[in-house]
T-cell receptor, first 115, second 111 residues
Framework: DTAVSQTPKYLVTQMGNDKSIKCEQN?????MYWYKQDSKKFLKIMFS???????INETVPNRFSPKSPDKAHLNLHINSLELGDSAVYFC??????????????FGSGTRLTVV | QKEVEQDPGPLSVPEGAIVSLNCTYS??????FMWYRQYSRKGPELLMY????GNKEDGRFTAQVDKSSKYISLFIRDSQPSDSATYLC???????????FGSGTRLQVQP
């Protein structure tokens, strides 16, 4: 299936732990994103990579570190997890054109709960 | 003030009704406008994509963009219970910028 797939779907962990979320797309897109969706459904950009190059790095705590080993993969590592990190994290990809982005394809999300 | 404002709802309508969903925005650099539909516990999926001002129709869905008023709309005709979801508007300027999303409107279509 052509898609954006992220793992795990659910993650429950204790405060202070370190965890990673993985994302892979087989759509041939050249840009990938991490978005955080809070309990009110608001989607906020965290990071964006274009062909393994970090192009957007919004104001997020430096406990969050993205890594893109190749243009089909974008992982998110979170150190020292806090209660406020509980949210749904979405990976997305798109094909950028000179004039702007086309629509994103989203993964199904990783529901992170920090206890 | 957020760059993109969207009424969170919930909006409850009877089956067959015409639904109007709206967003306002403040950034005049936005040129690309999209609507996403998100079912519960799923990722958003692209519904409509419009560049600059004008209308676009796709089946029961019509997207309108009025850049002079910084206002975009999504109309759903003959709404169905399967349309029950959260609808998110999203927009972007040119260049390497990520989409800015509205907070979503939850729609419930009652059978």
């Amino acid at each position: 299936d052509t898609a954006v797939s992220q793992t795990p779907k659910y993650l429950v962990t204790q405060m202070g732990n370190d965890k990673s979320i993985k994302c892979e797309q087989n759509l041939g897109h050249d840009t990938m994103y991490w978005y955080k969706q809070d309990s009110k459904k608001f989607l906020k950009i965290m990071f964006s990579y274009n062909n393994k190059e970090l192009i957007i790095n919004e104001t997020v705590p430096n406990r969050f570190s993205p890594k893109s080993p190749d243009k089909a993969h974008l992982n998110l590592h979170i150190n020292s997890l806090e209660l406020g990190d509980s949210a749904v994290y979405f990976c997305a990809s798109s094909q950028e054109f000179r004039t702007g982005p086309y629509g994103y394809t989203f993964g199904s999300g990783t529901r992170l709960t920090v206890v | 003030q957020k760059e993109v404002e969207q009424d969170p709802g919930p909006l409850s309508v009877p089956e067959g009704a015409i639904v109007s969903l709206n967003c306002t925005y403040s950034n005049s650099a936005f040129q690309y406008f999209m609507w996403y539909r998100q079912y519960s516990r799923k990722g958003p999926e692209l519904l409509m994509y419009t560049y600059s001002s004008g209308n676009k129709e796709d089946g029961r869905f019509t997207a309108q963009v009025d850049k002079s008023s910084k206002y975009i709309s999504l109309f759903i005709r003959d709404s169905q219970p399967s349309d029950s979801a959260t609808y998110l508007c999203a927009m972007s300027g040119t260049g390497r910028r990520a989409l800015t999303f509205g907070s979503g409107t939850r729609l419930q279509v009652q059978p």
